[in-house]
């Protein structure tokens, strides 16, 4: 008996210590927030946007979201590389945007309907044969919703059922759950409407799985975890991962992925603390001196005490530095260039550009009181300014401001003086704030920019840089 126990005891240590040195998305962690990094890519050149992730029959499958056929893909390795694509059977692709796992077979979701325009939707029930190393097709479900057509890339099995959670529309009054008590093959299963959600309406869910009777649904900005199929979540974690699609519980660890490829992990997810889960916080400072000038295309006027504004994917020669002078914020800077366009001067055509956004606040999604500030060449007078609408990207004439500068031999310099009501309004400065930057159709993929891994980040002030005013 007592070798048992000590045996016993050996094995939970060892299971301790390949616990505690399993790879890890989470570099640090600092009160509730942790920063992490994508642990995997990708690696299989058939899966070009993976919408979905499982683990079953001792691998890990995935689909793309685009369409390519009624192919999932098969791999032991959670990078998916040497992938095994697989044939489902006699199945047809309109939209697959999810799988789940219902006792020994998996489900593949053909639920997707970005227009509103499928009158049904198809469930696929699969079988994995080892020694043939095929799928079997066991069943297929037709499948509606008691209240019209929903665009859903989100589905889960629960308690033995199956769950869809669509993605909430404009004209949706709720994010509801749609419940399959039984799928018979042969007739229109319709779901039953079997809960709400208690979530913002801009919250659009992408993914879902459910395991040790936590139900996760994963959005563009948050995952949200909730112990039963309705009403507020018990814990919503930020997340910034870019298009983030697919979810996945394996063995205690959260696994979340992207359109993009990357893949993330995080070891024993359901028993931390955490409160985000977001790349490494950049910071900033914005330097204030009462006296004004006028831009001359460099700079030099102010350049003591300005702030060097560390963009990624700068080269040599290139800057980027700010610094408020009187009513203005004056920006000066040289990037490089492969291809420079103008922008209208009257219009909404968008050219090269240097994007500036700021924000008072870090919240999930755009409140409509950001400034959005496009810095380019109007094609005709020279260096201009506008204002962004995000509403429809169209571009607007910044009032007030100046410019001075060049764009020549691939090398564009610069100087703005841009008037501080036109960003922060009336009154005061704030101490602290939130902004980016990002430079538009200067170098293709791999554009300079201050926070975010895709200039889709001017949609969420969170992952912008804290700027101290100073």
Same mark, same amino acid.
């Given at each position: 008996?007592?070798?048992?126990?000590?045996?016993?005891?050996?094995?939970?240590?060892?299971?301790?210590?390949?616990?505690?040195?399993?790879?890890?998305?989470?570099?640090?962690?600092?009160?509730?927030?942790?920063?992490?990094?994508?642990?995997?890519?990708?690696?299989?050149?058939?899966?070009?946007?993976?919408?979905?992730?499982?683990?079953?029959?001792?691998?890990?499958?995935?689909?793309?979201?685009?369409?390519?056929?009624?192919?999932?893909?098969?791999?032991?390795?959670?990078?998916?590389?040497?992938?095994?694509?697989?044939?489902?059977?006699?199945?047809?692709?309109?939209?697959?945007?999810?799988?789940?796992?219902?006792?020994?077979?998996?489900?593949?979701?053909?639920?997707?309907?970005?227009?509103?325009?499928?009158?049904?939707?198809?469930?696929?029930?699969?079988?994995?044969?080892?020694?043939?190393?095929?799928?079997?097709?066991?069943?297929?479900?037709?499948?509606?919703?008691?209240?019209?057509?929903?665009?859903?890339?989100?589905?889960?099995?629960?308690?033995?059922?199956?769950?869809?959670?669509?993605?909430?529309?404009?004209?949706?009054?709720?994010?509801?759950?749609? *419940?399959?008590?039984? /799928?018979? @093959? &042969? +007739?229109?299963?319709?779901?039953?409407?079997? =809960?709400?959600?208690?979530?913002? $309406?801009?919250?659009?869910?992408?993914?879902?799985?459910?395991?040790?009777?936590?139900?996760?649904?994963?959005?563009?900005?948050?995952?949200?975890?909730?112990?039963?199929?309705?009403?507020?979540?018990?814990?919503?974690?930020?997340?910034?991962?870019?298009?983030?699609?697919?979810?996945?519980?394996?063995?205690?660890?959260?696994?979340?992925?992207?359109?993009?490829?990357?893949?993330?992990?995080?070891?024993?997810?359901?028993?931390?603390?955490?409160?985000?889960?977001?790349?490494?916080?950049?910071?900033?400072?914005?330097?204030?001196?009462?006296?004004?000038?006028?831009?001359?295309?460099?700079?030099?006027?102010?350049?003591?005490?300005?702030?060097?504004? *560390?963009?990624?994917? /700068?080269? @040599? &020669? +290139?800057?980027?530095?700010?610094?408020?002078? =009187?009513?203005?914020?004056?920006? $000066?800077?040289?990037?490089?260039?492969?291809?420079?366009?103008?922008?209208?001067?009257?219009?909404?055509?968008?050219?090269?550009?240097?994007?500036?956004?700021?924000?008072?606040?870090?919240?999930?999604?755009?409140?409509?009181?950001?400034?959005?500030?496009?810095?380019?060449?109007?094609?005709?007078?020279?260096?201009?300014?506008?204002?962004?609408?995000?509403?429809?990207?169209?571009?607007?004439?910044?009032?007030?401001?100046?410019?001075?500068?060049?764009?020549?031999?691939?090398?564009?310099?610069?100087?703005?003086?841009?008037?501080?009501?036109?960003?922060?309004?009336?009154?005061?400065?704030?101490?602290?704030?939130?902004?980016?930057?990002?430079?538009?159709?200067?170098?293709?993929?791999? @554009?300079?920019?201050?926070?975010?891994?895709?200039?889709?980040?001017?949609?969420?002030?969170?992952?912008?840089?804290?700027?101290?005013?100073?």
């Amino acid at each position: 008996m007592r070798k048992l126990c000590v045996l016993i005891l050996l094995l939970c240590a060892c299971a301790f210590v390949i616990a505690e040195d399993a790879p890890d998305s989470v570099l640090a962690v600092e009160g509730g927030r942790a920063t992490v990094k994508p642990l995997f890519k990708l690696d299989y050149r058939g899966i070009k946007k993976s919408s979905a992730l499982q683990h079953w029959q001792g691998a890990w499958w995935t689909l793309n979201g685009d369409g390519d056929g009624p192919i999932v893909y098969r791999c032991e390795r959670p990078d998916f590389v040497g992938a095994q694509p697989l044939e489902v059977p006699g199945a047809k692709c309109l939209d697959w945007e999810a799988l789940a796992v219902q006792g020994d077979d998996l489900l593949v979701c053909d639920i997707g309907d970005n227009q509103l325009e499928r009158g049904e939707y198809a469930i696929y029930r699969v079988g994995w044969d080892a020694k043939a190393a095929k799928l079997n097709t066991l069943a297929t479900y037709r499948i509606a919703y008691p209240d019209g057509r929903h665009n859903a890339e989100a589905a889960a099995v629960i308690d033995g059922k199956l769950h869809i959670f669509p993605r909430r529309g404009r004209l949706d009054a709720y994010t509801g759950v749609y *419940r399959f008590d039984e /799928l018979k @093959e &042969g +007739e229109l299963n319709t779901a039953e409407l079997a =809960g709400k959600l208690d979530l913002d $309406a801009r919250v659009q869910i992408t993914a879902a799985d459910y395991a040790a009777g936590k139900l996760l649904l994963l959005s563009y900005t948050r995952l949200h975890v909730f112990s039963k199929p309705e009403g507020a979540p018990e814990r919503s974690v930020r997340v910034y991962a870019q298009r983030c699609e697919s979810l996945c519980l394996h063995e205690g660890a959260l696994f979340y992925g992207n359109e993009q490829g990357q893949l993330f992990r995080v070891n024993g997810f359901l028993d931390s603390k955490h409160e985000s889960l977001l790349p490494a916080a950049v910071k900033a400072e914005l330097p204030v001196e009462q006296q004004g000038v006028d831009p001359d295309g460099t700079g030099d006027a102010w350049q003591q005490g300005a702030f060097e504004l *560390r963009l990624q994917g /700068l080269g @040599e &020669g +290139e800057y980027l530095r700010w610094k408020v002078c =009187g009513a203005y914020l004056m920006v $000066a800077g040289g990037l490089r260039y492969d291809v420079f366009s103008s922008s209208s001067e009257h219009g909404p055509r968008r050219g090269s550009a240097l994007v500036l956004m700021f924000s008072g606040k870090d919240s999930d999604f755009l409140e409509g009181d950001e400034a959005h500030l496009w810095l380019g060449d109007n094609g005709a007078t020279g260096l201009d300014a506008w204002t962004l609408g995000m509403q429809d990207f169209s571009l607007k004439p910044l009032k007030g401001a100046k410019a001075a500068g060049k764009v020549r031999d691939r090398y564009w310099s610069f100087e703005y003086a841009i008037p501080l009501t036109a960003i922060f309004g009336e009154g005061k400065l704030p101490e602290k704030l939130y902004a980016n930057a990002w430079g538009y159709n200067l170098k293709g993929r791999d @554009e300079p920019h201050l926070a975010g891994e895709s200039f889709g980040c001017w949609a969420n002030p969170y992952t912008w840089a804290e700027v101290a005013v100073k």
